[in-house]
């Protein structure tokens, strides 16, 4: 199994751009969120999906879009890129019986919007 | 108050020697807690669930104190490679059923 993967590793955008950050997983799991990381910040959640065609939003959704057409796969658009969406995103997938519980997360894709 | 605190360190520690953390949260009808440990530029991941009778895998121990609302991590013969970032997670410290991520405590493991 491959777990949980994301793509890119890395990318820089300039403001105004739109990109998708793509997230898979493998594990079955029905369960999908999305988190950045700030420094001195925790994790925050921007948006999660509870199964196929379910989503919903979290703390930080603004700017951000997310769709889930299969379980498999759970992307993240950034309409208009702006700097203050630079950040280190993660995506976590879990499964029904822990859906809150333990989280298993990408690798993280690394934005950087000038 | 942010809903889950904890210091962010780094605690500097010998090899050998024992540590331990504390993380304060604000709800107190949080559900479950958990500690992740994140290394340096890495994903987190799942070092153990806290529960209320308290336990213990290996030579990590952890503790929840409902009353006083924080939990705790204890780290035993510290190894070199312990040094990481703990996180300390709460489901509900922010209301509902989800996950809120303190900020991290480094710890730093030396010879």
């Known amino acids: 199994n491959a777990g949980v993967t994301q793509t890119p590793k890395f990318q820089v955008l300039k403001t105004g751009q739109s990109m998708t950050l793509q997230c898979a997983q493998d594990m079955n799991h029905e369960y999908m969120s999305w988190y950045r990381q700030d420094p001195g910040m925790g994790l925050r959640l921007i948006h999660y999906?509870?199964?196929?065609?379910?989503?919903d939003q979290g703390e930080v959704p603004n700017g951000y879009n997310v769709s889930r057409s299969t379980t498999e796969d759970f992307p993240l658009r950034l309409l208009s890129a702006a700097p203050s969406q630079t950040s280190v995103y993660f995506c976590?997938?879990?499964?029904?019986?822990?859906?809150?519980?333990?989280?298993?997360f990408g690798p993280g894709t690394r934005l950087t919007v000038l | 108050r942010k809903e889950v605190e904890q210091d962010p360190g780094p605690f500097n520690v010998p090899e050998g020697a024992t540590v331990a953390f504390n993380c304060t949260y604000s709800n107190s009808a949080s559900q479950s807690f958990f500690w992740y440990r994140q290394d340096c530029r890495k994903e987190p991941k799942l070092l153990m669930s806290?529960?209320?009778s308290g336990n213990e895998d290996g030579r990590f121990t952890a503790q929840l104190n409902r009353a006083s609302q924080y939990i705790s991590l204890l780290i035993r013969d510290s190894k070199l490679s312990d040094s990481a970032t703990y996180l300390c997670v709460v489901n509900g410290a922010g209301g509902g059923n989800k996950l809120t991520f303190g900020t991290g405590t480094q710890l730093k493991v030396e010879l």
């Open positions: 976590a997938s879990s499964n029904r019986d822990s859906h809150w519980d333990e989280q298993f």
């Open positions: 806290v529960y209320s």
């Open positions: 999906s509870v199964g196929a065609g379910i989503t």
